[in-house]
């Protein structure tokens, strides 16, 4: 081929069909289009995906931890109260550690070397290696900047009163959810819920900048108890003595305000330490005053007295023939531990009379002396709020015996609990009304309750209860000096397979001061067995112990000359004292 | 037209450079803000845990066991207990 100029060339004089310059240019257009198209449904249609792609590059969201609020006692003294401390975990496959690395963690773990080899040496990819240590320690793990170790903050439930509280406080799980006493009947106030809020971090990690809604966390709700802590710790510290100089098996207290119905004490006996709770047994952890129900014994019988006032069958000073301290009824004979002649009604209860006691019931239709137990809360749970709150055993009128409705005067064949019993006794210092509990301090102001029985027979019947715990009744030794007292012992029996074996509950249940009083309250001692056994000797002097130290903590005024009860109260007076 | 057009471009470049500051200056107010809620933070729970030391020492039995052992304290005896009442008519008042 020989060369030619540019304007020669034979491909431009080359003549091609038209349509296929048109078919170029249609074609590139075409493809504009469909990008066009595209980048179009990605930026306007469908762009959710891009961009939450995008801000996931900046954009981090945050967990805002709200804490679990605090539980106080009445005068704002801590019972539960929740720290923040981290928990160590790491993804074993990403640890590396030198030796001294290894050692250094150890310690700050307060765990063996090799004990922290082998949490590592499994093939899970995340263990915990400790939870929750303090703050401080935490920290000077992080600046170790171990790869494969990290930290979680959690929170940790403390109860500085310890076993004192435990019953009533309750406890928290390991996800800090409440599993036991105001813990878990609180739980939705106490709660605290997190909240989350958008921020953009820069490299550092630092927040930048919110984005987003930010919702904020809300701490729980701190709850304050009815409960006074010294109170409690009278109570408490009572009941441990009581139980072990009475080589008992258990024991209970509950301390009632008389006026508002708050729950002012609750102590059990076997306790556990809510602060480590490893091995512990059911008797541990049951709250006897609220779980557990028992016969009452005697001290049922004011309530069968105050019937009798109540509907006119009786007055306070009706004869009633208890010789020869033996009344058959039916196949069953009912006697008393020491016989008594003719007494009036007043004087049985002074001396705790069942035979007195069960011919008084023998005069009421069992239906009117069902309506009475009922109406005094026996049959039904408190409704305190606790968990696992029993209502006792009531059965229904219909079906009793003559022998039934006659032990049920004294107190057995009907089974309640110490709480019940407590608030039952609240009807005898209010003028008769029957006060709902409460476990949360209520605020300053009258109460008001359900009538149960008219300030007369209340009157009447408090001083019956008076004469019992002076000379010539049943419990001289719960007397409180300087204050005038009014209580009734009871020591049952205990069933066991259906009959009543050899073993007691010893209880004593009182308000003090008589004039006016301030304070319900109610002990029981399950199986006494050092030797004494009834009511009067064994709960009496715990119950003269805890209400003379609660009546001075609350500064009440006397209502009793201080001598004239002294010689009973100081086993070993002092000269200059009288 | 051309010295409008210059005009125009100056206040675009002031004002970027304001909008400039105006976020660098937000992000310091921020972070300040940040670590101050930080440190409330600490500060809170700080009073938690001081509070729980509070309870820690003052338990009953521990004030029980100091003022009975290390400063020999003892409930009054009863009988030299002096009550003053403040209710009752002038003069009759006072001690039992």
Redesign the interface.
């Known amino acids: 081929m020989k060369p030619h100029k540019y304007t020669e060339s034979p491909v431009l004089h080359l003549k091609l069909d038209a349509w296929r310059s048109r078919a170029i240019v249609v074609l590139l257009m075409a493809a504009m289009v469909s990008l066009v198209g595209r980048s179009f449904y990605l930026q306007v249609i469908n762009n959710d995906f891009l961009q939450e792609k995008g801000e996931s590059r900046y954009r981090r969201d945050i967990e805002v931890s709200a804490s679990r609020g605090r539980i106080t006692d009445r005068n704002g003294e801590v019972l539960a109260i929740s720290t923040p401390m981290k928990s160590i975990w790491a993804i074993p496959s990403d640890v590396k550690l030198a030796p001294d690395q290894s050692r250094a963690l150890a310690q700050l773990l307060d765990l063996e070397q090799r004990e922290l080899n082998r949490k590592l040496a499994t093939d899970r990819n995340f263990v915990f290696l400790q939870r929750q240590i303090p703050p401080d320690a935490a920290d000077r793990i992080a600046a170790l900047k171990l790869p494969g170790i990290h930290q979680e903050k959690e929170y940790r439930r403390y109860y500085p009163s310890g076993e004192m509280t435990a019953h009533i406080v309750g406890f928290t799980g390991v996800d800090a959810k409440g599993l036991e006493g105001v813990e878990l009947a609180f739980q939705n106030q106490l709660e605290g819920k997190n909240g989350s809020r958008s921020v953009i971090k820069d490299r550092r990690g630092q927040i930048v900048e919110d984005v987003g809604s930010i919702k904020p966390p809300q701490d729980g709700r701190d709850i304050q108890l009815a409960l006074d802590g010294k109170i409690q710790y009278l109570a408490f510290s009572t009941l441990k003595q009581t139980v072990t100089d009475n080589a008992a098996k258990a024991g209970s207290v509950v301390v009632l305000d008389a006026k508002s119905g708050e729950v002012l004490a609750l102590a059990n006996w076997p306790t556990y330490n809510p602060n480590n709770r490893e091995r512990l047994s059911g008797a541990q952890l049951r709250n006897r005053a609220v779980t557990d129900t028992f016969e009452p014994g005697s001290t049922m019988k004011p309530f069968t007295a105050a019937l009798a006032l109540e509907k006119g069958k009786f007055r306070f000073d009706s004869l009633i023939n208890t010789a020869p301290g033996k009344l058959t009824i039916g196949t069953a004979t009912i006697s008393d531990a020491h016989p008594h002649g003719v007494l009036t009604l007043a004087q049985v209860i002074q001396k705790s009379s069942n035979v007195g006691t069960a011919k008084v019931a023998g005069t009421f239709a069992p239906k009117e002396m069902w309506e009475m137990f009922d109406s005094v809360g026996f049959g039904k749970p408190p409704r305190l709020g606790f968990p696992g709150e029993v209502g006792g055993r009531l059965r229904p009128y219909a079906h009793w015996r003559p022998i039934e409705q006659a032990t049920m005067s004294y107190g057995h064949g009907i089974a309640v609990s110490l709480v019940q019993m407590a608030r039952a006794y609240s009807v005898f210092a209010t003028d008769g009304e029957l006060l709902p509990l409460s476990l949360t301090k209520l605020p300053p102001g009258p109460v008001t309750g359900t009538r149960i029985f008219s300030p007369q027979t209340v009157q009447e019947v408090r001083t019956m209860l008076e004469m019992a715990t002076q000379p010539g009744g049943t419990a001289p030794k719960a007397q409180v000096p300087g204050y005038r007292v009014a209580g009734k012992t009871g020591t049952a029996y205990k069933i066991e397979n259906g009959v009543y074996a050899r073993k007691y509950v010893a209880s004593f249940i009182g308000l003090a001061p008589a004039s006016d009083p301030r304070l319900v309250v109610a002990v029981m001692i399950d199986e006494p067995s050092n030797g004494r056994h009834f009511g009067g000797d064994v709960a009496g002097p715990a119950f003269s112990r805890i209400m003379a130290g609660a009546l001075r903590t609350l500064g009440v005024p006397h209502d009793a000359p201080l001598n004239s009860n002294l010689q009973v109260a100081q086993v070993v007076a002092e000269p200059e004292g009288m | 037209m051309l010295r409008f057009n210059m005009a125009l471009l100056l206040a675009v470049m002031l004002c970027s450079l304001g909008v400039i500051t105006a976020q660098h200056k937000a992000?310091k107010l921020?972070?300040a803000l940040?670590a101050e809620q930080e440190h409330a933070r600490g500060l809170d729970?700080e009073y938690?845990?001081i509070?729980?030391e509070?309870?820690?020492w003052?338990?009953?039995?521990r004030i029980?066991k100091i003022a009975r052992e290390r400063l020999k304290m003892q409930t009054p005896?009863?009988?030299?207990?002096v009550?003053a009442?403040e209710s009752s008519p002038r003069g009759g008042g006072g001690a039992?």
């Open positions: 992000r921020f972070q940040e729970v938690g845990q509070q729980l509070l309870s820690t003052a338990t009953h039995p029980e005896d009863p009988a030299k207990v009550v009442r039992k």
